[in-house]
């Protein structure tokens, strides 16, 4: 069966600091991943997807960047961070596109 | 407009109680639809999923896709305070890389 990955589960950084967020799924090749953000009290927002291996789309401009270096991992970065960056981070994947499955989330306070 | 609406509540109900949660959309095109259940500081697990228009259900849950009327329900029987969570309705279109999310309904079920 599949299952996914991610972490760390939580942490605290300064504004200024960098981030990396890693997700990696097993038992699939070749799946759709994806990054959300959820504010608090708020909706999913999808912030990247990837279709393949270096294969990155960015849906809303900002001061993150993500990068597929592996088939099934997927990662989330920062040079500087903001305090605007604060949120509960998804990683999620899919194999055929028409649903997708979540891993446990990272939650990034930003101090 | 969004393309999903779902009303945010908070939605209080007594246990035992069928709950009925619903969202509309405005693009005809898609074609799958989605339930996630989402815990307090956890990533969202799916729940139902359900492909044009009709019923499906899973034990106290069912799901109804009514795409003439362009608007999708679940129902929880004989709810439990286990059922407390938000919900979150999503859906597709074919061929498509990316859900689109409601906003997620806060459900409480109060012993």
């Known amino acids: 069966s599949q299952t996914i990955h991610q972490w760390p589960a939580t942490l605290v950084q300064p504004v200024g600091s960098p981030l990396s967020l890693e997700c990696t799924v097993e038992g699939t090749s070749n799946p759709n991943l994806y990054w959300y953000r959820q504010a608090a009290g708020r909706g999913l927002q999808l912030l990247f997807y990837s279709v393949g291996i270096g294969q990155i789309s960015s849906e809303v401009p900002q001061n993150l960047s993500a990068s597929r270096p592996q088939d099934r991992q997927f990662i989330l970065s920062s040079k500087k961070l903001l305090l605007s960056d604060s949120g509960f981070y998804l990683c999620?994947?899919?194999?055929?596109?028409?649903?997708?499955?979540f891993g446990e989330g990272s939650w990034l306070t930003v101090v | 407009q969004k393309e999903v609406e779902q009303d945010p509540g908070p939605l209080s109900v007594p246990e035992g109680a069928i709950v009925s949660l619903n969202c509309t959309y405005s693009n005809s095109a898609f074609q799958y639809f989605m339930w996630y259940r989402q815990y307090s500081r956890k990533g969202p697990e799916l729940l139902m999923y359900t492909y044009s228009s009709g019923n499906k259900e899973d034990g106290r849950f069912t799901a109804q896709v009514d795409k003439s009327s362009k608007y999708i329900s679940l129902f929880i029987r004989d709810s439990q305070p286990s059922d407390s969570a938000t919900y979150l309705c999503?859906?597709?279109?074919?061929?498509?890389?990316?859900?689109?999310f409601g906003q997620g309904t806060r459900l409480t079920i109060n012993p």
């Open positions: 999620a994947w899919s194999e055929v596109g028409n649903t997708i499955y």
């Open positions: 999503a859906m597709i279109r074919q061929g498509a890389q990316k859900l689109v």
